[in-house]
């Protein structure tokens, strides 16, 4: 799943807690940001500073995606659809700031 991609962190949620995928994602010298599941008998430390903005990453996302002429695609070329998500975010963020 992760062969070939060059990064230097891996940020995934606890689904993605497996020893094989750490493991692997170690061998390529990537820091690992996965928090450990519940039932891990020896839990892994994690970056959660990290964490937090890969949540806030997500969250901005899942706002997008409410917006149907986002999610629909709805925009006829590419400069409408990005023109589009760009509006979308500037009211995502101005109501961070009020």
């Not at 959660?48 to 002429?69: D, I, P, S």
Request: charged share 30%; with cysteine; proline share 2%.
């Amino acid at each position: 799943m992760i062969e070939g991609i060059n990064a230097e962190v891996l940020l995934a949620d606890r689904g993605y807690d497996s020893n094989a995928i750490v493991e692997y994602a170690i061998k390529d010298d990537m820091q690992v940001v996965i928090p450990p599941k519940k039932n891990r008998k020896e839990k892994r430390t994690y970056d959660e500073y990290l964490y937090k903005l890969r949540h806030l990453v997500e969250n901005a996302f899942l706002h997008l995606k409410r917006w149907r002429g986002i999610a629909t695609r709805y925009a006829k070329n590419t400069d409408s659809f990005i023109a589009a998500v760009q509006i979308r975010c500037i009211a995502l963020w101005l109501k961070v700031l009020v």
